[in-house]
């Protein structure tokens, strides 16, 4: 039996203000294994960075909270832990690789003062500086870089080096659960090619179990085992990357994700986008958050959230299915 690393249960996240409350997060919940790769999808403003600052406890304080829900690493809820504690978590066991290499990177300390800094942090093998040093010299060389390079800025490395330098970071202590924020976003295909072929390589060599962010299908199809595809701050469809790519049932969202994909095959080669826009994050609706931009939404749509259909680990929430064995 597969161990399981994370368990999110029912997690909601709200940002507050004085004036509104903003539903970035609604009871979502996802597992991942150990070794496995789980693909977090949807569109700008669907809640999928939200999550992973949920995950890392690094949501701002005075205007966000988790007002319900579980996260749980290796059977210990982060939430109930102290900060103290969780900063022993944060960064060695669970590391995040951030969106924008740009603003990841201090820009007055060398590459390897920032790579060397979180094994410092976390060092519990009480390793010597030397140690450290050589440390980061093995990490750099194996992310591509020439160890001789340790002592540069960042203003001296290219965007894709960059991010290979944020990836560094991230893995240099071995984490059991590296949490991947669009690690590609802004880079050229080929350097694409590359960073998502370093992440597969160093995850095949450590056993690390990733969260993969995107709204990238090809890059889904290319490195996960279980797919989560969000909308609105839920998740609309859950399964193995065989249910979400090959599967007969979908829920509507996910169908509009594959048609706004381009087909170099077939007569039809136009894309076909989703009309509309994202719902207001303040405004709860009574019904689906997706029915205004449904082309098979219902009354019932409108008025009742949809229950989740459910088959052989394979979920979607929607009213197409109500009638069908769960």
């Not at 982060?78 to 290499?101: A, N, T, Y």
């Not at 980061?136 to 001296?156: S, W």
């Not at 595809?229 to 169908?255: C, N, Q, S």
Request: with cysteine; glycine share 8%.
């Amino acid at each position: 039996m597969a161990e399981q690393v994370l368990g999110v249960k029912n997690l909601t996240i709200q940002y507050k203000t004085d004036l509104e409350t903003v539903y970035a997060v609604n009871g979502i919940s996802f597992s991942l294994d150990k070794g496995e790769t789980l693909g977090l999808v949807g569109e700008t403003g669907a809640g999928k960075t939200t999550t992973a600052l949920g995950i890392m406890r690094l949501l701002p304080e005075r205007t966000a909270r988790v007002s319900e829900g579980e996260i749980l690493f290796e059977g210990r809820d982060l939430q109930k832990l102290s900060e103290q504690e969780m900063q022993k978590v944060r960064g060695g066991r669970i590391s995040m690789i951030f969106q924008d290499p740009m603003t990841a990177l201090n820009p007055v300390l060398t590459v390897g003062t920032q790579i060397g800094e979180a094994l410092l942090l976390h060092n519990e093998e009480n390793l010597s500086q030397k140690e450290i040093e050589a440390k980061v010299e093995e990490t750099l060389e194996l992310v591509g870089i020439p160890k001789e390079r340790k002592a540069e800025y960042p203003y001296q490395f290219s965007g894709g080096m960059r991010q290979r330098v944020v990836i560094a970071i991230a893995l240099i202590c071995n984490p059991e659960l590296l949490i991947a924020d669009e690690p590609t976003t802004a880079l050229d295909v080929t350097i694409q090619a590359q960073i998502l072929a370093m992440i597969c390589n160093l995850q095949r060599k450590y056993g690390t179990s990733v969260i993969m962010i995107t709204h990238d299908l090809g890059v889904v199809a290319e490195t996960c085992d279980k797919v989560a595809i969000m909308y609105a701050g839920e998740i609309v469809e859950y399964g193995k990357l065989k249910d979400i790519f090959e599967g007969e049932k979908h829920h509507p969202y996910t169908v509009g994700l594959f048609g706004s994909i381009p087909s170099l095959t077939g007569d039809d080669r136009r894309l076909h986008p989703i009309d509309g826009l994202m719902p207001d994050p303040t405004k709860k609706p009574e019904g689906c958050w997706f029915a205004p931009r449904c082309g098979r939404c219902t009354e019932k749509c409108r008025t009742q959230a949809p229950p989740v259909w459910e088959k052989d680990g394979h979920q979607i929430r929607c009213h197409l299915y109500d009638a069908e064995e769960v």
